[in-house]
């Protein structure tokens, strides 16, 4: 079987599993390949014939078994910063619980014990900004969303991140 084939079989199989959003190494794992530069060439040329399609540098999604569109833009936010401390916070937070009226359309604002960065992917921007709070003061206001499987900062600790970074806070509810 050649390679794009197995790859698109194993996406198949996998998208039931992990939401149809993975990064370059776990592609080469699932197929049982080694992540090599012709590994990489191999990937390259899946997504010229529009076989995957990259969401985001190193992150990849089948074309024929695509994720979820209203949870993909969180799945790529785990594959960005796997192993940190990643929360939803600032204006999408508060958007979300109400606190502001502005409903931000195609981004996403993240705190991360990661690095900072913004990420344009097809489902929407993720602007990920760097936290130096100590986990012990960030972990009791957090929250899991299980419909979309991250961390949600509470109103008083999203207000709170808005302040740290210097953000407009005209937009809050009174």
């Given at each position: ?138 972990v009791p206001d957090l929250y899991l ?30």
């Amino acid at each position: 079987m050649a390679k794009t084939q197995k790859l698109l079989s194993a996406l198949a199989s996998a998208s039931k599993n992990a939401g149809g959003i993975h990064t370059a190494r776990e592609l080469a794992y699932i197929i049982g390949e080694q992540y090599t530069p012709a590994f990489k060439k191999m990937l390259s040329d899946c997504v010229n014939e529009g076989v995957i399609r990259r969401v985001a540098r190193g992150v990849f999604e089948s074309t024929l078994t695509p994720a979820e569109p209203s949870t993909a833009i969180y799945k790529i936010v785990n594959k960005l910063r796997d192993g940190v401390l990643n929360y939803i916070s600032l204006e999408s937070q508060l958007s979300h619980t109400g606190d502001i009226s502005q409903v931000l359309m195609d981004r996403l604002t993240v705190m991360t014990k990661g690095r900072s960065g913004t990420f344009e992917t097809p489902y929407g921007v993720i602007e990920f900004t760097h936290t130096k709070k100590p986990l012990s003061t960030v972990v009791p206001d957090l929250y899991l969303d299980e419909k979309v499987k991250m961390f949600r900062a509470s109103t008083e600790l999203a207000v709170a991140d808005l302040k740290a970074c210097n953000r407009n806070l005209h937009m809050l509810e009174g």
